[in-house]
């Protein structure tokens, strides 16, 4: 057995309280909602309305915010390239956890590359990991710019930021793009009340 | 403001379903139950019972079992001193995500160093973190070896295997200790038996 490198002095334990039993617990079913789109689209807003609107479901959700976990978690990773992926693969990880006990996970990061992205739902059961694009156009989020960070992107105050001087790469499969066709308009509930319905439909909300 | 580093481009984000409303949900009060003590000391034994118990009770928890998590969260790490620091953080920083989220969150880890315990304590707010120290002698560890890891390591295939070549710092302080009566070890039952009512006194499994 080796002392350095990969530990192989590891072994699986099983719990022998599960995920059925937990899903039973809480009568729904543990999956990771990976919101995902520029900084400025939303994904905050519709985390907020979701998770609002399944508690008065009486369902449990848990939101990983890229901001929030920067502070705890991931407070020792920068924004160069490899602690970015280093970031959303650690988000990803905890994801999986949090899918694992049973409740419903919304991840709400900017996580602008297709390969880090990809590789988070490659850690979950097929079906579970359900990534949803705030398909929002540059203009509209420079235009709200909640955090005045586009401004100081612009002025060249942060180099490296989505959008300006960073690439987002568009998901080319997710389950869910928001806000739907036909619909530029839609508010945060509304929006969430759609991806409630995506996810009623694939038995995530019944036990 | 700076892009490397710890960045200051970031804001908290307020959710309005905060940790007393999924309290209220779930009936319980989120906490972390933190199993500490060497290899074969009965961590992960003591972890499945108590979550089982709680089930039984109807109370979500979860446990964050050291050897899970390395094929996951914390596989990049290896077996050094500044690595089991930073395996103890991430773990620590999870288990606070998941007391916030209103779980009993049992985290079952050898953690051998005070000073990584004490971090991940300080981390909980309102004293959420119990601390249940197995205290169990090396040699009926040894004995158990369920691993044959301290097999390994009396060989010299293990270097720095907490209890042969490493420390192991009980706390000074700890919630709950498991002790042998008499020389014969408590039950996994009678263990997670021991935790609960703690949990029950202090008030962790009522409606909140």
Same mark, same amino acid.
């Given at each position: 057995?080796?002392?350095?490198?990969?530990?192989?002095?590891?072994?699986? @334990?099983?719990?022998?309280?599960?995920?059925?039993?937990?899903?039973?617990?809480?009568?729904?079913?543990?999956?990771?909602?990976?919101?995902?789109?520029?900084?400025?689209?939303?994904?905050?807003?519709?985390?907020?309305?979701?998770?609002?609107?399944?508690?008065?479901?009486?369902?449990?959700?848990?939101?990983?915010?890229?901001?929030?976990?920067? @502070?705890?978690?991931?407070?020792?990773?920068?924004?160069?390239?490899?602690?970015?992926?280093?970031?959303?693969?650690?988000?990803?990880?905890?994801?999986?956890?949090?899918?694992?006990?049973?409740?419903?996970?919304?991840?709400?990061?900017?996580?602008?590359?297709?390969?880090?992205?990809?590789?988070?739902?490659?850690?979950?059961?097929?079906?579970?990991?359900?990534?949803?694009?705030?398909?929002?156009?540059?203009?509209?989020?420079?235009?709200?710019?909640?955090?005045?960070?586009?401004?100081?992107?612009?002025?060249?105050?942060?180099?490296?930021?989505?959008?300006?001087?960073?690439?987002?790469?568009?998901?080319?499969?997710?389950?869910?793009?928001?806000?739907?066709?036909?619909?530029?308009?839609?508010?945060?509930?509304?929006?969430?009340?759609?991806?409630?319905?995506?996810?009623?439909?694939?038995?995530?909300?019944?036990? | 403001?700076? #892009?490397?580093?710890?960045?200051?481009?970031?804001?908290?984000?307020?959710?309005?379903?905060?940790?007393?409303?999924?309290?209220?949900?779930?009936?319980?009060?989120?906490?972390?139950?933190?199993? #500490?003590?060497?290899?074969?000391?009965?961590?992960?034994?003591?972890?499945?019972?108590?979550?089982?118990?709680?089930?039984?009770?109807?109370?979500?928890?979860?446990?964050?079992?050291?050897?899970?998590?390395?094929?996951?969260?914390?596989? !990049?790490?290896?077996?050094?001193?500044?690595?089991? #620091?930073?395996?103890?953080?991430?773990?620590?920083?999870?288990?606070?995500?998941?007391?916030?989220?209103?779980? !009993?969150?049992?985290?079952?880890?050898?953690?051998?160093?005070?000073?990584?315990?004490?971090?991940?304590?300080?981390?909980?707010?309102?004293?959420?973190?119990?601390?249940?120290?197995?205290?169990?002698?090396?040699?009926?560890?040894?004995?158990?070896?369920?691993?044959?890891?301290?097999?390994?390591?009396?060989?010299? *295939?293990?270097?720095?295997?907490?209890? !042969?070549?490493?420390?192991?710092?009980?706390?000074?302080?700890?919630? !709950?200790?498991?002790?042998?009566?008499?020389?014969?070890?408590?039950?996994?039952?009678?263990?997670?038996?021991?935790?609960?009512?703690?949990?029950?006194? *202090?008030?962790?499994?009522?409606?909140?």
């Amino acid at each position: 057995m080796a002392t350095n490198g990969k530990a192989t002095n590891i072994v699986w @334990h099983k719990s022998s309280v599960g995920k059925l039993n937990r899903q039973e617990l809480l009568e729904q079913k543990g999956c990771v909602l990976w919101i995902t789109g520029l900084s400025g689209s939303g994904k905050s807003a519709l985390a907020c309305a979701l998770c609002q609107a399944l508690y008065s479901r009486g369902k449990l959700t848990y939101i990983l915010d890229g901001d929030n976990i920067r @502070h705890g978690l991931n407070r020792d990773l920068s924004f160069k390239a490899e602690d970015r992926a280093e970031n959303i693969r650690r988000i990803g990880e905890v994801a999986k956890l949090f899918a694992d006990a049973g409740i419903i996970c919304i991840a709400s990061v900017i996580s602008p590359y297709r390969r880090d992205r990809d590789a988070c739902r490659e850690l979950l059961p097929e079906g579970d990991f359900i990534e949803v694009f705030m398909d929002v156009p540059l203009q509209i989020c420079e235009a709200r710019d909640p955090k005045g960070l586009y401004k100081l992107a612009r002025a060249g105050k942060i180099k490296g930021f989505t959008g300006i001087d960073d690439p987002y790469e568009p998901p080319l499969n997710c389950e869910l793009v928001l806000p739907q066709k036909g619909n530029d308009c839609a508010s945060p509930c509304e929006m969430a009340e759609t991806v409630i319905s995506y996810l009623e439909e694939k038995g995530y909300l019944l036990a | 403001m700076s #892009t490397v580093g710890n960045s200051t481009n970031i804001f908290w984000q307020e959710s309005p379903v905060g940790k007393l409303e999924r309290q209220k949900l779930l009936k319980q009060k989120g906490c972390v139950v933190w199993i #500490t003590g060497l290899s074969g000391s009965g961590k992960s034994t003591l972890a499945c019972s108590l979550s089982r118990e709680l089930y039984t009770r109807g109370k979500l928890s979860y446990v964050l079992d050291g050897d899970n998590l390395r094929h996951g969260l914390t596989r !990049i790490l290896v077996s050094k001193a500044e690595d089991r #620091t930073e395996n103890i953080r991430r773990v620590g920083e999870v288990a606070k995500l998941f007391a916030d989220a209103g779980l !009993i969150c049992i985290a079952s880890l050898i953690s051998p160093y005070r000073k990584d315990r004490d971090a991940c304590r300080a981390m909980l707010p309102d004293a959420n973190f119990v601390e249940v120290f197995m205290n169990m002698p090396l040699e009926l560890c040894e004995e158990r070896d369920s691993k044959d890891l301290y097999k390994l390591a009396r060989a010299g *295939k293990i270097k720095g295997f907490t209890g !042969i070549d490493d420390t192991y710092e009980p706390p000074f302080n700890c919630e !709950i200790e498991i002790n042998q009566k008499d020389g014969i070890c408590p039950t996994p039952g009678a263990m997670a038996g021991e935790v609960v009512s703690y949990l029950e006194e *202090k008030g962790y499994l009522q409606d909140q």
